[in-house]
Nanobody, 126 residues
Framework: QVNLVESGGGSVQAGGSLRLSCAASGYLAYVNCMGWFRQAADKEREGVAGIYTNGGSTMYADSVKGRFTISKDDNKNTLYLQMSDLKLEDTAMYYC???????????????????WGQGTQVTVAS
């Protein structure tokens, strides 16, 4: 079992920045990939960024490349999402996810992840 707890969401003006955190606990030794997803109102959940725990390879959705950075602190068992130059369309509930085996071609597919946090809301205002 893996437990994930997100924090750091809030309201920010367009162009601003936020850093989301995801504290992980439980059986982490077998987790090979962690990711950030988001779900806006009346839209499907989408993959935003992913990172492999061994080697640290990262993946990003085209919509956030160059603006968002995913990283992890293994000493703190914490995953981060640094978000910069936020846009109105970034408004969504953001979720942290993890799994023991995620293929690099489907990292953005929510069905590839077993463990999920409860989410943290990000609202970008004009």
């Amino acid at each position: 079992q893996v437990n994930l707890v997100e924090s750091g969401g809030g309201s920010v003006q367009a162009g601003g920045s936020l850093r989301l955190s995801c504290a992980a606990s439980g059986y982490l030794a077998y987790v090979n990939c962690m990711g950030w997803f988001r779900q806006a109102a009346d839209k499907e959940r989408e993959g935003v960024a992913g990172i492999y725990t061994n080697g640290g390879s990262t993946m990003y959705a085209d919509s956030v490349k160059g603006r968002f950075t995913i990283s992890k602190d293994d000493n703190k068992n914490t995953l981060y999402l640094q978000m910069s130059d936020l846009k109105l369309e970034d408004t969504a509930m953001y979720y942290c996810a993890a799994d023991v085996e995620v293929d690099s071609t489907t990292w953005a597919d929510e069905g590839d992840y077993t463990y999920w946090g409860q989410g943290t809301q990000v609202t970008v205002a004009s």
